[in-house]
């Protein structure tokens, strides 16, 4: 299984960024998380999305602010960030449990990630 995570960067409190997760070698109908961790601070499973879609989570500390879809080939998966805070910033990445459900328990697989920081 491999994770490749692009799209971070620097924005502004406020702003929006939109991060993609290319996926590759393994069942494309596993459900994906993105997690995130912040120097200091716990791993945090924001959001995830079964392989068909119809399925998500949203952690609340997220909830509308960021949405999370896939494509249809479902390969890659993507997390729209907006109304950024600077509570957000960290690394990004994606993960799968190799099942279908959501939210994740734990991960078997997981990407490098990709920096998010969020300051004025």
């Known amino acids: 299984v491999r994770f490749v995570e692009s799209g971070g960067g620097s924005v502004q409190p406020g702003g929006s960024l939109r991060l993609s997760c290319v996926a590759s070698?393994?069942?494309?109908?596993?459900?994906v998380s993105w997690y995130r961790q912040a120097p200091g601070k716990d791993e945090e499973q924001v959001s995830c999305?079964?392989?068909?879609?119809?399925?998500?989570y949203y952690a609340d500390s997220i909830k509308g602010r960021f949405t999370v879809s896939r494509d249809r080939a479902a390969t890659t998966t993507y997390l729209q960030m907006n109304s950024v805070r600077p509570e957000d910033t960290a690394i990004y990445y994606c993960?799968?449990?190799?099942?279908?459900?959501?939210?994740?328990?734990?991960?078997?697989?997981r990407g490098q990630g990709t920096q998010v920081t969020v300051s004025s």
């Open positions: 070698g393994f069942n494309l109908g596993y459900a």
């Open positions: 993960a799968t449990d190799r099942t279908f459900n959501c939210p994740l328990t734990e991960y078997d697989d």
């Open positions: 999305i079964s392989g068909t879609g119809l399925n998500t």
